[in-house]
């Protein structure tokens, strides 16, 4: 059976371990929808969304946004005047439920628990959803700088591994809180 084709990014896995809250700059002006993952700017508070690739570390995953008047909102839209406020899962240890983006290549069991990176994709104004997702292409390897963990496969009837769009439990792996540590026990 297909495995449904349903991209919406980073969907924390039952439960959020913790949570911060960051701001949107003024002058941001990039769509952002819930489960988008994000990285901190050397500025302040303030966030932006994560880069796809190799070495390119994330914060965590956008649970909910705010405009300026702390009003929610469904997705902070291009061009939105003003600053706004988010939520973000951003504990280094949270998992994630991520669907694989279902190109030529399938992720297999046999990827558990190495490395991939994550594919940018459209959000949806549908949905309210984040449109990022694992990239098959690349196999579970252990590249350190690789964004994301593969856990193992989501346990479910309706997902079936080394098929298109398979959802994975995952880990960020080059998270920004745990960049920089050396050595054991400092």
């Given at each position: 059976m297909?495995?449904?084709?349903?991209?919406?990014g980073?969907q924390?896995?039952e439960?959020v371990?913790h949570?911060?809250?960051?701001?949107?700059?003024?002058?941001?002006?990039?769509d952002?929808?819930v489960?988008?993952?994000?990285?901190l700017?050397?500025?302040?508070?303030?966030i932006n969304?994560?880069?796809?690739?190799?070495g390119n570390?994330?914060?965590?995953?956008?649970?909910?946004?705010?405009?300026s008047n702390?009003?929610?909102?469904q997705?902070?839209?291009?061009g939105k005047?003003?600053?706004?406020t988010v939520?973000?899962a951003?504990?280094?240890?949270?998992?994630?439920?991520?669907q694989?983006?279902?190109d030529t290549?399938?992720?297999?069991?046999?990827d558990a628990?190495?490395?991939?990176?994550?594919?940018?994709g459209a959000g949806?104004?549908?949905?309210y959803?984040?449109?990022?997702?694992?990239?098959?292409?690349?196999?579970?390897?252990?590249?350190a700088g690789?964004?994301?963990r593969l856990?193992k496969p989501?346990d479910r009837v309706d997902?079936t591994v080394?098929?298109?769009?398979a959802?994975?439990i995952?880990?960020?792996?080059?998270h920004?809180?745990?960049?920089?540590?050396?050595g054991?026990g400092?």
């Open positions: 297909a495995n449904v084709d349903f991209p919406r980073l924390p896995h439960y371990l949570r911060g809250t960051y701001n949107i700059s003024a002058a941001y002006a990039q952002l929808f489960w988008d993952p994000v990285i700017t050397g500025t302040g508070n303030i969304i994560a880069t796809a690739g190799t570390p994330i914060l965590g995953v956008i649970l909910a946004i705010y405009d702390g009003d929610p909102l997705y902070w839209p291009t005047a003003g600053t706004g939520l973000v951003d504990d280094p240890f949270q998992y994630y439920i991520c694989g983006d279902g290549t399938f992720l297999d069991i046999n628990g190495g490395n991939i990176n994550l594919v940018a949806s104004a549908v949905y959803r984040s449109g990022w997702q694992l990239d098959d292409s690349e196999t579970g390897d252990g590249t690789d964004q994301i856990v989501v997902n080394a098929l298109a769009n959802d994975w995952c880990l960020i792996n080059n920004q809180r745990l960049q920089g540590i050396v054991v400092v």
